[in-house]
Protein backbone atom coordinates (compact mmCIF):
# COMPACT_ATOMS: atom_id res chain seq x y z
CA UNK A 1 0.00 0.00 0.00
CA UNK A 2 3.02 1.95 0.53
CA UNK A 3 2.99 5.51 -2.24
CA UNK A 4 5.91 7.04 -0.90
CA UNK A 5 7.58 9.67 -3.36
CA UNK A 6 11.32 9.03 -4.16
CA UNK A 7 12.02 12.47 -2.15
CA UNK A 8 9.65 11.75 0.94
CA UNK A 9 6.63 13.63 1.85
CA UNK A 10 7.20 17.57 2.27
CA UNK A 11 4.64 17.33 5.99
CA UNK A 12 1.94 15.62 7.31
CA UNK A 13 -0.83 16.97 5.17
CA UNK A 14 1.17 16.25 2.01
CA UNK A 15 0.97 12.82 3.09
CA UNK A 16 -2.75 12.09 4.01
CA UNK A 17 -4.19 14.21 0.99
CA UNK A 18 -2.16 11.93 -1.40
CA UNK A 19 -3.45 8.62 0.57
CA UNK A 20 -6.87 10.17 -0.43
CA UNK A 21 -6.31 10.49 -3.88
CA UNK A 22 -4.71 6.76 -4.13
CA UNK A 23 -7.80 5.06 -1.99
CA UNK A 24 -10.68 7.68 -3.62
CA UNK A 25 -10.28 7.60 -7.18
CA UNK A 26 -11.61 3.43 -7.35
CA UNK A 27 -14.01 4.68 -4.63
CA UNK A 28 -15.34 7.44 -7.17
CA UNK A 29 -15.21 5.28 -9.99
CA UNK A 30 -18.10 3.46 -8.04
CA UNK A 31 -19.90 6.42 -6.86
CA UNK A 32 -18.72 9.82 -8.12
CA UNK A 33 -20.44 11.49 -4.95
CA UNK A 34 -18.37 10.05 -2.65
CA UNK A 35 -15.94 12.15 -0.63
CA UNK A 36 -13.20 12.51 1.69
CA UNK A 37 -14.21 15.35 3.62
CA UNK A 38 -17.48 14.46 5.61
CA UNK A 39 -17.34 17.56 7.72
CA UNK A 40 -17.84 15.40 10.69
CA UNK A 41 -18.20 18.14 13.57
CA UNK A 42 -14.80 17.03 15.77
CA UNK A 43 -14.37 18.11 19.49
CA UNK A 44 -11.64 19.41 21.21
CA UNK A 45 -10.27 18.47 24.41
CA UNK A 46 -10.79 21.65 26.52
CA UNK A 47 -7.83 20.70 28.38
CA UNK A 48 -5.78 21.68 24.88
CA UNK A 49 -8.38 24.33 23.51
CA UNK A 50 -10.76 26.96 25.27
CA UNK A 51 -13.17 25.75 22.52
CA UNK A 52 -15.42 22.63 22.87
CA UNK A 53 -14.76 21.63 19.28
CA UNK A 54 -12.34 22.34 16.52
CA UNK A 55 -11.40 25.56 15.29
CA UNK A 56 -11.85 24.32 11.46
CA UNK A 57 -12.72 28.15 10.59
CA UNK A 58 -8.75 28.77 11.33
CA UNK A 59 -7.47 25.71 9.68
CA UNK A 60 -9.06 25.67 6.57
CA UNK A 61 -7.92 29.10 6.11
CA UNK A 62 -4.51 28.22 7.33
CA UNK A 63 -4.34 30.69 10.14
CA UNK A 64 -4.26 29.01 13.46
CA UNK A 65 -0.70 30.23 14.17
CA UNK A 66 -1.96 33.96 13.57
CA UNK A 67 -5.11 33.71 15.64
CA UNK A 68 -2.95 32.06 18.37
CA UNK A 69 -1.90 35.69 19.06
CA UNK A 70 -5.04 36.35 20.56
CA UNK A 71 -4.63 33.69 23.15
CA UNK A 72 -5.03 36.49 25.90
CA UNK A 73 -7.25 36.99 29.07
CA UNK A 74 -9.92 39.79 28.77
CA UNK A 75 -12.43 41.27 30.59
CA UNK A 76 -15.77 42.38 29.44
CA UNK A 77 -17.33 45.60 31.89
CA UNK A 78 -21.03 45.82 31.17
CA UNK A 79 -23.54 43.37 28.76
CA UNK A 80 -25.55 45.70 27.23
CA UNK A 81 -25.98 46.02 23.42
CA UNK A 82 -22.40 46.97 22.63
CA UNK A 83 -20.94 44.62 25.72
CA UNK A 84 -23.37 41.32 24.40
CA UNK A 85 -21.71 41.65 20.66
CA UNK A 86 -18.37 42.22 21.72
CA UNK A 87 -18.80 38.91 23.66
CA UNK A 88 -20.36 37.38 20.59
CA UNK A 89 -17.15 38.19 18.55
CA UNK A 90 -14.65 37.75 21.56
CA UNK A 91 -16.09 34.10 21.79
CA UNK A 92 -14.93 33.55 18.81
CA UNK A 93 -11.49 33.59 19.47
CA UNK A 94 -8.71 32.18 21.16
CA UNK A 95 -8.68 33.68 24.44
CA UNK A 96 -7.79 32.17 27.48
CA UNK A 97 -10.40 33.45 29.92
CA UNK A 98 -13.37 35.91 28.94
CA UNK A 99 -14.91 37.00 32.23
CA UNK A 100 -18.25 38.89 32.13
CA UNK A 101 -18.97 41.54 34.59
CA UNK A 102 -22.88 43.24 35.03
CA UNK A 103 -25.06 43.45 37.90
CA UNK A 104 -28.27 43.35 35.71
CA UNK A 105 -30.71 40.79 34.70
CA UNK A 106 -31.69 40.00 30.88
CA UNK A 107 -34.57 42.10 30.26
CA UNK A 108 -37.21 42.28 27.36
CA UNK A 109 -35.91 45.57 25.90
CA UNK A 110 -32.62 43.69 26.16
CA UNK A 111 -33.23 41.06 23.80
CA UNK A 112 -33.56 43.99 21.06
CA UNK A 113 -30.58 44.77 20.90
CA UNK A 114 -28.29 41.99 21.62
CA UNK A 115 -27.86 39.26 19.55
CA UNK A 116 -29.90 36.04 19.33
CA UNK A 117 -33.18 35.48 19.52
CA UNK A 118 -34.91 34.81 23.32
CA UNK A 119 -38.04 33.00 23.59
CA UNK A 120 -40.62 35.05 25.60
CA UNK A 121 -40.70 31.95 28.21
CA UNK A 122 -37.12 32.90 28.84
CA UNK A 123 -37.39 36.42 28.92
CA UNK A 124 -39.87 35.96 31.73
CA UNK A 125 -37.07 33.83 33.86
CA UNK A 126 -35.31 37.08 34.40
CA UNK A 127 -31.86 35.08 34.30
CA UNK A 128 -28.90 37.88 35.26
CA UNK A 129 -27.24 39.00 32.05
CA UNK A 130 -23.69 37.47 32.73
CA UNK A 131 -25.47 33.95 33.06
CA UNK A 132 -27.62 33.76 30.65
CA UNK A 133 -24.84 35.35 27.91
CA UNK A 134 -22.61 32.74 29.22
CA UNK A 135 -24.85 29.70 29.15
CA UNK A 136 -25.55 30.42 25.14
CA UNK A 137 -21.63 31.05 24.44
CA UNK A 138 -20.13 28.48 26.47
CA UNK A 139 -21.46 25.89 24.22
CA UNK A 140 -18.37 27.07 22.08
CA UNK A 141 -15.75 28.83 24.27
CA UNK A 142 -15.02 26.72 27.43
CA UNK A 143 -13.60 29.55 29.62
CA UNK A 144 -16.48 32.08 30.28
CA UNK A 145 -16.64 33.22 33.59
CA UNK A 146 -19.23 35.25 34.98
CA UNK A 147 -19.75 37.87 37.57
CA UNK A 148 -22.59 38.85 38.97
CA UNK A 149 -21.94 42.33 40.43
CA UNK A 150 -21.58 45.88 39.29
CA UNK A 151 -17.92 46.63 39.10
CA UNK A 152 -17.23 49.57 42.68
CA UNK A 153 -14.84 50.51 44.88
CA UNK A 154 -15.50 47.29 46.93
CA UNK A 155 -14.62 44.61 44.09
CA UNK A 156 -12.57 46.72 42.15
CA UNK A 157 -9.78 44.62 42.30
CA UNK A 158 -11.12 42.24 40.28
CA UNK A 159 -10.69 43.71 37.14
CA UNK A 160 -7.32 44.06 37.66
CA UNK A 161 -4.96 41.70 35.79
CA UNK A 162 -6.36 41.00 32.31
CA UNK A 163 -4.06 41.15 29.25
CA UNK A 164 -7.53 43.70 27.97
CA UNK A 165 -10.65 44.92 29.54
CA UNK A 166 -13.16 46.40 27.53
CA UNK A 167 -15.61 48.95 29.48
CA UNK A 168 -19.17 49.36 28.15
CA UNK A 169 -20.91 51.10 30.68
CA UNK A 170 -22.91 54.39 30.46
CA UNK A 171 -22.09 56.11 33.19
CA UNK A 172 -19.50 58.50 33.57
CA UNK A 173 -18.49 58.52 37.29
CA UNK A 174 -18.15 54.73 37.03
CA UNK A 175 -16.16 55.02 33.96
CA UNK A 176 -13.99 57.22 35.73
CA UNK A 177 -13.50 55.25 38.56
CA UNK A 178 -12.86 52.21 36.34
CA UNK A 179 -10.40 54.15 34.11
CA UNK A 180 -8.18 55.36 37.19
CA UNK A 181 -7.53 52.01 38.52
CA UNK A 182 -6.66 50.22 35.79
CA UNK A 183 -4.15 53.31 34.49
CA UNK A 184 -2.83 52.69 38.17
CA UNK A 185 -2.35 49.52 37.64
CA UNK A 186 -0.80 49.80 34.09
CA UNK A 187 -3.56 47.86 32.39
CA UNK A 188 -4.61 48.32 28.77
CA UNK A 189 -8.24 49.10 28.10
CA UNK A 190 -10.65 50.24 25.45
CA UNK A 191 -13.39 52.19 25.65
CA UNK A 192 -16.67 51.71 24.11
CA UNK A 193 -19.34 54.27 23.42
CA UNK A 194 -22.07 56.25 21.21
CA UNK A 195 -23.86 59.09 21.20
CA UNK A 196 -27.46 58.78 19.03
CA UNK A 197 -29.60 62.41 18.92
CA UNK A 198 -33.22 63.41 16.70
CA UNK A 199 -32.11 66.06 14.52
CA UNK A 200 -34.02 68.03 12.13
CA UNK A 201 -37.82 68.43 10.66
CA UNK A 202 -37.36 65.13 9.20
CA UNK A 203 -37.07 63.67 13.21
CA UNK A 204 -33.96 61.39 11.94
CA UNK A 205 -31.38 60.03 14.29
CA UNK A 206 -27.79 61.08 14.00
CA UNK A 207 -25.10 58.89 15.58
CA UNK A 208 -21.49 58.54 16.72
CA UNK A 209 -20.04 55.13 17.23
CA UNK A 210 -16.51 56.00 19.64
CA UNK A 211 -13.53 53.95 20.53
CA UNK A 212 -10.64 55.23 22.67
CA UNK A 213 -7.62 52.85 23.55
CA UNK A 214 -5.44 53.07 25.77
CA UNK A 215 -2.17 51.31 26.84
CA UNK A 216 0.73 52.07 29.40
CA UNK A 217 2.53 53.78 27.20
CA UNK A 218 -0.70 56.30 25.70
CA UNK A 219 -2.66 57.87 28.42
CA UNK A 220 -2.38 61.73 27.87
CA UNK A 221 -5.68 61.65 25.51
CA UNK A 222 -7.91 59.82 28.46
CA UNK A 223 -9.59 63.12 29.65
CA UNK A 224 -9.94 64.47 26.56
CA UNK A 225 -11.40 61.56 24.58
CA UNK A 226 -13.60 59.96 27.16
CA UNK A 227 -16.45 61.37 28.71
CA UNK A 228 -16.25 61.53 32.22
CA UNK A 229 -19.38 63.74 33.52
CA UNK A 230 -22.97 61.97 34.66
CA UNK A 231 -26.06 63.27 32.67
CA UNK A 232 -28.98 64.03 34.93
CA UNK A 233 -31.40 61.16 35.65
CA UNK A 234 -34.25 62.59 33.15
CA UNK A 235 -31.66 63.44 30.39
CA UNK A 236 -30.19 60.21 30.26
CA UNK A 237 -33.57 58.54 30.26
CA UNK A 238 -34.81 60.59 27.12
CA UNK A 239 -31.09 60.40 25.16
CA UNK A 240 -29.85 56.85 26.23
CA UNK A 241 -30.84 55.85 21.92
CA UNK A 242 -29.24 52.32 21.32
CA UNK A 243 -29.79 50.75 17.97
CA UNK A 244 -28.57 47.14 17.72
CA UNK A 245 -26.52 47.69 14.58
CA UNK A 246 -24.51 50.17 15.90
CA UNK A 247 -23.94 48.78 19.16
CA UNK A 248 -22.97 45.51 16.95
CA UNK A 249 -20.37 48.55 15.06
CA UNK A 250 -19.24 49.95 18.49
CA UNK A 251 -17.90 46.34 18.98
CA UNK A 252 -16.57 45.61 15.71
CA UNK A 253 -14.52 48.45 15.98
CA UNK A 254 -13.22 47.62 19.60
CA UNK A 255 -12.48 44.19 18.26
CA UNK A 256 -10.93 44.79 15.86
CA UNK A 257 -8.56 47.34 17.37
CA UNK A 258 -7.65 44.69 19.80
CA UNK A 259 -6.75 42.54 17.53
CA UNK A 260 -4.38 45.26 16.06
CA UNK A 261 -2.80 45.20 19.72
CA UNK A 262 -2.52 41.68 19.34
CA UNK A 263 -0.50 41.62 16.03
CA UNK A 264 -2.95 39.55 14.20
CA UNK A 265 -4.05 42.58 11.73
CA UNK A 266 -1.39 44.77 10.22
CA UNK A 267 -1.54 48.24 12.04
CA UNK A 268 0.08 51.11 10.42
CA UNK A 269 -1.48 54.04 12.01
CA UNK A 270 -1.19 52.91 15.97
CA UNK A 271 -4.77 54.91 16.94
CA UNK A 272 -5.59 55.21 19.79
CA UNK A 273 -9.34 56.86 19.16
CA UNK A 274 -11.62 56.20 16.07
CA UNK A 275 -15.11 57.65 16.15
CA UNK A 276 -17.99 56.27 13.06
CA UNK A 277 -20.37 58.83 11.83
CA UNK A 278 -23.76 57.67 10.30
CA UNK A 279 -24.82 60.83 8.49
CA UNK A 280 -21.25 61.60 7.06
CA UNK A 281 -20.60 57.75 6.40
CA UNK A 282 -17.37 58.80 8.03
CA UNK A 283 -14.83 57.13 10.01
CA UNK A 284 -11.93 59.19 12.11
CA UNK A 285 -8.53 58.17 13.23
CA UNK A 286 -7.04 60.58 15.58
CA UNK A 287 -3.87 59.99 18.53
CA UNK A 288 -1.79 57.96 16.14
CA UNK A 289 1.10 56.79 17.54
CA UNK A 290 4.31 58.26 15.47
Known amino acids: FSNKPADGYADYHHKMTRYIEVIGAPARSRDPDLKAQTFRPVAASTDESVFHYVDTASSRAGIQALSMRLARRVAII ?14 KTPATEIHL ?13 APGAPSLAQLEAKAPKVEWFKAIYSNMHARIVAHHCYVDETNINAILGFDMVFICVDKG ?21 MGVEVAGEAHQLLAVCRVTTVTPDRTEHIASRIPMADRDEEDAYNQNIQIADLNAMNAIMAVVKWKKICGFYADEEGEHHSTYSTSMNLLTTDEVTE
Do not use: E, P
Open 78 to 91: GLGGTGSYLLDQLA
Open 101 to 113: FDGDVFMQHNAFR
Open 173 to 193: SVRQMIAAALVANGSSFIDVG
